[in-house]
C-alpha cells in the first residue's frame, strides 16, 4: 500500500555514561533531500550518517538531528603539562607579572594551542558510531511505520475519488448514443423549418451524412477508453505494496486523466456530460493534491 511522506520518528540510548539521541523528520518534497544536524565533537561521522538514513528513506525532505552528552570521566580531556608550563615560564620572565601588575588567568591558559589534548576523539567517534546507526534504524522504523498510517488514509481518500470518477465516466459512455439521437432530431426539425418555405423535402442522405459527420467530429469513444485505463492503472498503483515510491507516478498518471477529460469535454458540447466532465476534473484536481503527499 502507498505511503505518505510525513513522518517522525526518535531513538535514545545511554552507554557507558554517553547520552544518545536521534530524531528524524520528514516531510514532502519532490526528491529525497537530507539535513543532518550533529554535534561537534562528532562532525566526522555527517556524511556517513547520511548515507544510513538514505538507504532507510527514498523520498522527501528528512531533517535528522543528533544530539550526544556524555557526564562520564572519559569526558575530560587531557592537559599538556608541558606546554602549559612553557606558557607560565614565559609570562612569568614579563615585567609586568612578575611584579603582580598583571594576574595570570587560568581559564585563558586552558585556551592557548597545545594546552588541551583532546585524544579520546577518534575513540568517542568509533563508540558513537555503531549506536548512532542503530537509533537511526530504530528512527526510521518509526518514521516508516506513520507513513504507513497515514498512507492508509491516503489510500481510503484516493481510491474515494477514482471510484467518483468511474461513475461519471460511466455516465459519460451511456450518454453518447442518446446524445447522437437527440442531435440527428433537432437536425431534422431545423432542416425542416429551413426547407418549409422551399416546399422541398429533408433527404434522409443528407441528414445522415450531417450526423455522420457531426459524430466524427464529437467522438470521444477512444478519450473514454483511454481515461478508463488510467483508472485500471490508478487502482493498480495505490493498491501495491508500498516497497516502491509512488508519489511521482501518481502525478503524472493524474495529468494523463486531466488531459483525456479536457479533450471529451471540448470534443461533446451536450450540458449532461459537460456536467459529468466537470465533476470529473474536480476530482483529479483532488487527487493531484494528495498525490503530492504520497512518497
Known amino acids: 500500500m502507498i505511503r505518505s511522506m510525513t513522518g517522525f520518528g526518535d531513538?535514545?540510548?545511554q552507554v557507558n555514561g554517553a547520552h544518545f539521541a536521534v530524531e528524524v523528520r520528514s516531510l514532502n518534497n519532490k526528491f529525497l533531500k537530507?539535513?543532518?544536524?550533529?554535534?561537534?565533537?562528532?562532525?566526522?561521522?555527517e556524511a556517513e550518517l547520511e548515507s544510513t538514513i538514505t538507504h532507510r528513506l527514498s523520498r522527501g525532505s528528512i531533517i535528522m538531528t543528533v544530539r550526544?552528552?556524555?557526564?562520564?570521566?572519559?569526558?575530560?580531556?587531557?592537559?599538556?603539562?608541558?606546554?602549559?608550563?612553557?606558557?607560565?615560564?614565559?609570562m612569568l620572565s614579563m615585567p609586568a607579572i612578575r611584579n603582580g601588575d598583571v594576574k595570570i588567568d587560568i581559564g585563558s591558559l586552558m585556551s592557548l594551542p597545545g594546552v588541551l589534548c583532546d585524544d579520546a576523539g577518534e575513540s568517542r567517534q568509533q563508540q558513537a558510531r555503531s549506536v548512532l546507526i542503530t537509533?537511526?534504524?530504530?528512527?526510521?522504523?518509526k518514521v516508516i511505520a506513520m507513513r504507513e498510517r497515514e498512507g492508509r488514509n491516503l489510500h481510503a481518500d484516493l481510491h474515494k475519488h477514482a471510484e467518483c470518477i468511474a461513475e461519471h465516466l460511466?455516465?459519460?459512455?451511456?450518454?453518447?448514443?442518446?446524445?447522437?439521437?437527440?442531435?440527428?432530431?433537432?437536425?431534422?426539425?431545423?432542416?425542416?423549418?429551413?426547407?418549409?418555405?422551399?416546399?422541398?423535402?429533408?433527404?434522409?442522405?443528407?441528414?445522415?451524412?450531417?450526423?455522420?459527420?457531426?459524430?466524427?467530429?464529437?467522438?470521444?469513444?477512444?478519450?473514454?477508453?483511454r481515461l478508463q485505463g488510467h483508472l485500471e492503472q490508478f487502482a493498480e498503483i495505490i493498491d501495491a505494496d508500498g516497497r516502491e515510491p509512488a508519489g511521482r507516478t501518481l502525478g503524472f498518471l493524474s495529468q494523463e486523466m486531466l488531459r483525456e477529460a479536457n479533450t471529451i469535454g471540448s470534443k461533446c458540447l451536450d450540458v449532461e456530460i459537460s456536467r459529468r466532465i466537470v465533476e470529473i476534473k474536480s476530482a483529479i484536481d483532488r487527487i493531484k493534491e494528495q498525490a503530492q503527499n504520497v512518497e
Open 68 to 90: 550526544y552528552s556524555d557526564n562520564s570521566a572519559a569526558a575530560a580531556v587531557e592537559i599538556n603539562t608541558n606546554a602549559l608550563q612553557r606558557y607560565v615560564d614565559q
Open 170 to 225: 460511466k455516465v459519460v459512455s451511456e450518454r453518447v448514443p442518446q446524445v447522437m439521437d437527440e442531435y440527428q432530431e433537432r437536425l431534422r426539425q431545423r432542416m425542416v423549418t429551413l426547407l418549409a418555405d422551399t416546399g422541398m423535402d429533408v433527404r434522409e442522405e443528407d441528414l445522415i451524412r450531417e450526423v455522420a459527420i457531426y459524430a466524427e467530429r464529437s467522438d470521444i469513444a477512444e478519450e473514454v477508453s
Open 11 to 13: 531513538a535514545s540510548t
Open 34 to 45: 537530507v539535513q543532518v544536524r550533529v554535534p561537534d565533537e562528532l562532525q566526522g561521522l
Open 135 to 141: 537509533l537511526i534504524d530504530q528512527a526510521c522504523e
